[in-house]
């Protein structure tokens, strides 16, 4: 009886997850040579090409600027996009092309608003990071002008900053002070280590997500991406309210 019981109360598998219904994947490393991304135009290619073929509808890549580590501006990633959409359109991509920036927050970051050079997401989001060592200081601040210059703040992959670890109150307070949170989608595959992912889970619990986005830098975070599709916490994103079809 026992044995019966087990094999009939088995779940049903899950259905993998449609990436289609993101439609945008508004953060990745694709310009090949300017960060810790994409190393060649033919490694980009692939992974736009992949990107096409699980429903992605555009791409907007967001090249790291982080002082002397990559000193990226505007000038550099938009001469990249170039090369890049030139690339696609040669082999006949359809999926759409663009580039932001993921910023680093330190002095440089503050003097980018405060001049208002930043290169944004749809207009007016700038998807901004932290260090992974130790919490920032002056985030307020940081916020509160980027607002003042009329920009909207995304702060990239909340859920590997480990000193917000066990509680979503810091995600809570952002959001509350217009800040968006974006998870990345390998943080639900156990990518990153366990306490990551738990975090991703708690977010998307709370309903405390706003952005998704792949993080690429390789076309194994694509592929480890789709083996995971059919993972419950990938189905439960269409709980969410994702703005990423808006971009």
Do not use: W
């Not at 508004?26 to 699980?54: N, Q, V, Y």
């Not at 696609?88 to 580039?99: D, F, N, R, V």
């Not at 050079?117 to 307020?140: D, K, Q, R, W």
């Amino acid at each position: 009886m026992g044995l019966f019981t087990n094999i009939f109360s088995k779940k049903p598998p899950q259905v993998p997850f449609d990436l289609g219904l993101i439609g945008v994947d508004m953060h990745s490393h694709l310009i090949p040579g300017i960060d810790d991304g994409s190393r060649s135009m033919d490694e980009t290619i692939a992974m736009l090409a992949k990107f096409e073929s699980l429903g992605y509808k555009k791409v907007i890549t967001t090249p790291h600027i982080m002082n002397e580590v990559y000193p990226n501006n505007p000038e550099i990633i938009l001469a990249g996009l170039a090369q890049v959409k030139e690339a696609a359109t040669k082999i006949g991509l359809s999926i759409e092309i663009e580039a932001a920036a993921e910023y680093y927050f330190d002095d440089q970051l503050m003097e980018t608003i405060k001049n208002r050079t930043a290169l944004t997401i749809a207009g007016s989001y700038v998807l901004v990071e932290f260090s992974f060592n130790s919490a920032p200081i002056f985030e307020n601040q940081l916020f509160f002008e980027m607002q003042i210059a009329n920009y909207k703040p995304i702060l990239a992959h909340f859920e590997r900053y480990p000193y917000y670890h066990s509680s979503v109150d810091k995600a809570i307070e952002f959001r509350n002070q217009g800040v968006s949170i974006q998870v990345n989608l390998n943080s639900l595959t156990g990518n990153y280590g366990p306490h990551v992912k738990k975090q991703a889970e708690r977010l998307i619990d709370a309903g405390l997500v706003d952005f998704v986005g792949s993080d690429c830098h390789r076309m194994q975070h694509l592929m480890m991406l789709e083996e995971h599709l059919n993972l419950p916490y990938m189905n439960k994103l269409t709980d969410l309210t994702l703005k990423n079809r808006d971009l």
